[in-house]
């Protein structure tokens, strides 16, 4: 007989494991047997299975659940309902399918699928990973599971991304052939939520940015004023070379045929769109054109539109400090406070006394806080809301959603009205309207 014990105490007889263990069994006239042994409120408790992977699956069950029996597990069978149960045959945990429909998306890039790898390790498996696909998640393992994301600290927009690709997992699994599990515990089961449902955006109207722009550096002028303009994502207007332009012709245009993709390593090279539609030309307005042309004129068609200083690719974060985030600063105090000191006696003592304890010299604050002047900019954006604050332009002239959808390379139409549809209230007294003019005949009988 051999033991494979966790963690264990010492105990009058001998010692049990404080967490599962397994314990090999050997016997002369029969095939060796793995027992799973714990303590569950001061019980010994154990489960005997017929090969060792199994026991080991067992194992993390019981130590997903606090040291305590698997929800739903018969001993000796295993969960009814599963066609194999884990006793006695063998089966496909949330991990084992998991990595594998990882693996099979086809059109994910290597980052992309990176980042579902590391979400699972950190959120799912811990909790889930060691259950059955087909029959062993219950909806009150999907309930605990969401409560401690939650207690975790998990921001709610986080939490639906997680639930959303577990789920998309599971879907998969039923589409699999032959089918991998017969049913999806994971749908309608996240709590409905205006922190879940909507992204933080923040729509800057064009007087705001306005205020941004002009305090931007010149090098970096054009590049914010086309992304505001366009609605281009950051990663496809830093990739677009001379080429990509038609700024001559009658119809003013720039195609979108590429984007910087950061792959798993960090690194970053040109690959396709964010999506299928993500291939667009778009039609530019005279200002926008003849200011491209002016910044394009007599450079190679292969050259980058809005290449690094230093040439190369400009990374996001490098536009971000040197020139989005200042920017939005100086927008956000006026004038007779800019030179104001940001920070008072007192902190310049503490900063100063840091700065000796470290050896190295600490800067203050750049830019003064905001003031509470009028004029200056309240809001807080990203650069990415340059993106949502073109689409609440259109949407505020009036252009219809689909001319936006295509125009912002979304995949399909509903995307952008789960995104931008609570924009548009105004379009309430229009239906009213229409409803009242196809009801004008009560008018008439009114009158009689």
Request: aromatic share 6%; proline share 7%; net charge positive.
């Amino acid at each position: 007989m051999s033991k494979e014990y966790g963690n264990t105490r010492d105990r009058p007889g001998g010692s049990l494991p404080s967490v599962a263990g397994i314990e090999k069994r050997n016997n002369k006239t029969m095939a060796p047997t793995w027992r799973v042994l714990w303590r569950e409120n001061g019980q010994r408790q154990y489960e005997l299975f017929s090969d060792e992977h199994n026991a080991t699956q067992f194992r993390r069950l019981v130590e997903a659940g606090g040291n305590q029996w698997p929800y739903g597990w018969v001993k000796g069978e295993g969960f009814p309902g599963d066609g194999s149960l884990l006793v006695h045959g063998t089966v496909t945990t949330l991990r084992d399918w998991a990595e594998d429909a990882v693996s099979l998306r086809s059109r994910a890039s290597a980052r992309t699928k990176s980042d579902y790898r590391r979400d699972l390790e950190r959120h799912v498996y811990p909790y889930l990973g060691a259950l059955p696909v087909d029959g062993g998640i219950t909806a009150r393992h999907v309930a605990e599971w969401l409560d401690a994301l939650e207690v975790s600290g998990l921001a709610p927009k986080t939490i639906a991304n997680i639930h959303g690709l577990v789920s998309s997992i599971m879907s998969d699994g039923m589409a699999h052939r032959p089918p991998v599990c017969d049913h999806n515990p994971f749908a309608s089961r996240l709590r409905e939520s205006p922190d879940v449902r909507v992204e933080e955006m923040v729509f800057l109207t064009p007087a705001e940015f306005e205020l941004i722009h002009r305090n931007v550096p010149a090098f970096y002028q054009l590049l914010t004023l086309l992304l505001f303009a366009t609605g281009l994502r950051f990663g496809e207007a830093t990739a677009l070379r001379v080429a990509d332009f038609a700024l001559d012709a009658r119809r003013r245009t720039l195609t979108v045929v590429r984007a910087w993709k950061r792959q798993p390593d960090g690194t970053y090279r040109i690959g396709e769109p964010k999506t299928r539609r993500g291939r667009r030309t778009l039609p530019l307005s005279p200002k926008v054109a003849a200011l491209l042309r002016a910044h394009v004129k007599g450079r190679p068609l292969e050259a980058l539109v809005f290449p690094a200083r230093e040439g190369g690719q400009m990374l996001n974060s490098t536009f971000h400090d040197s020139a989005w985030a200042p920017a939005v600063a100086r927008a956000s105090v006026c004038g007779k406070h800019a030179g104001e000191p940001r920070e008072t006696p007192a902190e310049r003592t503490a900063r100063l006394a840091l700065q000796r304890g470290t050896g190295r010299r600490i800067r203050p604050p750049a830019a003064a806080p905001s003031c509470d002047c009028e004029g200056v900019l309240t809001k807080r954006p990203r650069v990415h809301d340059l993106r949502h604050s073109h689409a609440s332009q259109l949407i505020a002239e009036g252009l219809p959603l689909p001319v936006i959808s295509r125009r912002l390379g979304h995949m399909s139409i509903q995307v952008t009205i789960d995104r931008y549809g609570h924009l548009m209230p105004e379009l309430d007294d229009a239906v009213n309207a229409a409803v009242d003019r196809g009801l004008a005949w009560l008018d008439d009988e009114n009158d009689d």
